[in-house]
C-alpha cells in the first residue's frame, strides 16, 4: 500500500477556491491511477475526480457536481496529485480524501470512480464552504 497525506483543506466563503495536494510515499506512485472522494455528514463517500497517467497521455474524469470548477493533476516528479477547486459552494463541505488504486483497470480515468477500485486512503482534510 501506498502512504498518502492530504493538506490543503480550510474554510472558504462561498465562491472562493482552495487546493488540496496529496503526497505519496511510494516511488512507483506514477503506475497509480489517483483519486479524490469526499464524505460530508450523515453520507456516503463520493467520488470526485481521477486521474490516470499512461506514460504517454494522461486521462481525467470528473463527478458531474465538480466539473467545469474542479481540475485535477499530478506531478509525478514530486509524487504528488492536487485538487484545484474553484467558485466553490456549501455543498462541496466534507472531508476530502486522497486515494491510490494499483491495480490496472484501463488507460481511461473513467474506470477509477469506485471506492472498492482503491487500496490506499489518506487521512482527509476538511473543507468547509460558508454561504
Known amino acids: 500500500q501506498v502512504e498518502l497525506v492530504e493538506s490543503g483543506g480550510g474554510l472558504v466563503q462561498a465562491g472562493g477556491s482552495l487546493r488540496l495536494s496529496c503526497a505519496a510515499s511510494?516511488?512507483?506512485?506514477?503506475?497509480?491511477?489517483m483519486g479524490w472522494f469526499r464524505q460530508a455528514p450523515g453520507k456516503e463517500r463520493e467520488f470526485v475526480a481521477a486521474?490516470?497517467?499512461?506514460?504517454?497521455?494522461?486521462?481525467?474524469h470528473f463527478a458531474d457536481s465538480v466539473k467545469g470548477r474542479f481540475t485535477i493533476s499530478r506531478d509525478n516528479a514530486k509524487n504528488t496529485v492536487y485538487l484545484q477547486m474553484n467558485s466553490l459552494k456549501p455543498e462541496d463541505t466534507a472531508v476530502y480524501y486522497c486515494?491510490?488504486?494499483?491495480?490496472?483497470?484501463?488507460?481511461?480515468?473513467?474506470?477509477?470512480?469506485?471506492?472498492?477500485?482503491?487500496?490506499?486512503w489518506g487521512q482527509g482534510t476538511q473543507v468547509t464552504v460558508s454561504s
Open positions: 486521474i490516470f497517467w499512461s506514460g504517454i497521455s494522461i486521462s481525467t
Open positions: 511510494e516511488r512507483t506512485f506514477s503506475r497509480y491511477a
Open positions: 486515494a491510490a488504486a494499483s491495480r490496472f483497470r484501463g488507460y481511461s480515468a473513467s474506470y477509477y470512480t469506485k471506492v472498492a477500485e482503491y487500496d490506499s
